[in-house]
């Protein structure tokens, strides 16, 4: 797949571009609502299947479907990155108002590392063309991992990367609105916002280990590695805001995401013997999800959402600055 540098500078020039869009956007603090969650999410999404049929008309129904795919399969576990925020919020109360900052540099970062392990990827895989196999073998262990502990959360407090951060960096219990530093006594202290963005780095890099080598299951192009990343990465927030009091009720997601990661890496496997064609995984990918979802809706009908974290009427309010973090 031949892809001229400026298609390169064209995407990123378009992810510039929305990011900046997003930023404007939301430089006020204020409480993200489910409708203009709805409305953010509908355009990520737009946007992301766009230019999959982008990638269609100009390089073939191949290239397409290895990039929705990709998307896919970013989109889904991007879904179990929700539960996680979701945790990470509640466990620092952080206010709704000041959790989209809190995600849009998460994103940035989610970007960065991403394209990262990308290039790190593609070098392996040109230098060692048997690392194929260690990334299919990975993906069926944390495949089955992911199953036996789809029932067990996520405790911030244990998180090694937080308890370094409170040890090394000074840092305030008070939140000072946006700010993630501020000046305290004459030196510079993070706000637990800080410590909050720390952990969403974190747990992106942790997701970035599992989805990078589970897209390179189905193309090791670059360009088609990184594009459907950065295009399901972008709805990361709008996702959250319109599901993080619905989290609660995807108690079979684990178990769907899980049966992906398994399928991909024995697709990755089964390269040399037999390779599993792109309409056929992407068929599988989306089964997967969807008997998930469904079935997981199905069995929690009636069920009222969890509120979302930082929800409680104090958060409305407008003049909303400082909140004491609650600690376990």
């Given amino acids: 797949m031949d892809v001229p540098l400026w298609a390169w500078a064209a995407v990123l020039a378009v992810i ?21 969650a709805a409305a953010w999410s509908a355009v990520w999404v737009s946007l992301g299947l766009g230019f999959g049929a982008v990638v269609w008309w100009a390089y073939g129904a191949d290239a397409g479907g290895e990039y929705y795919a990709g998307y896919l399969i ?51 895989i040109e230098s060692f063309a048997w690392i194929l196999y260690v990334f299919g073998a990975f993906l069926l262990v944390t495949g089955w991992r992911m199953f036996r502990h789809r029932n067990e959360e996520m405790d911030p407090s244990e998180s090694l990367v937080l308890r370094i951060v409170r040890r090394w960096v000074p840092s305030t219990d008070e939140y000072h609105g946006q700010k993630f530093w501020v000046r305290s006594a004459g030196r510079w202290v993070a706000t637990p916002l800080f410590l909050v963005l720390v952990l969403v780095e974190t747990t992106d890099i942790i997701f970035a280990v599992d989805s990078i080598p589970a897209i390179l ?22 996702m959250y805001f319109l599901l993080a009091d619905l989290v609660d009720r995807f108690v079979y997601l684990k178990a769907g995401l899980a049966a992906i990661l398994v399928f991909v890496g024995v697709k990755m496997l089964l390269l040399e013997v037999y390779k599993i064609p792109i309409w056929l995984s992407l068929s599988v990918i989306a089964l997967c999800l969807t008997v998930a979802v469904v079935a997981s809706l199905r069995a929690t009908r009636g069920r009222p959402g969890t509120p979302g974290p930082g929800s409680h009427d104090a958060d409305q309010e407008a003049g909303v600055e400082e909140v004491e973090v609650l600690r376990p």
């Fill in 217 to 238: 299951a189905v193309t090791q192009e670059p360009f088609l590695v990184f594009t459907s990343n950065a295009f399901a990465i972008l709805g990361l927030r709008a």
């Fill in 16 to 36: 510039v571009a929305m990011l900046a869009v997003d930023l404007v956007a939301h430089r006020s603090a204020h409480v993200v609502s489910v409708r203009e």
């Fill in 74 to 124: 970013e989109k889904s576990l991007a879904v179990d990155n929700v539960f996680v925020f979701a945790l990470i919020f509640s466990y620092f109360a952080v206010p709704r108002q000041y959790q989209h900052r809190v995600l849009f540099y998460g994103v940035l970062g989610a970007l960065v590392f991403r394209a990262i392990f990308i290039a790190g990827g593609a070098v392996l």
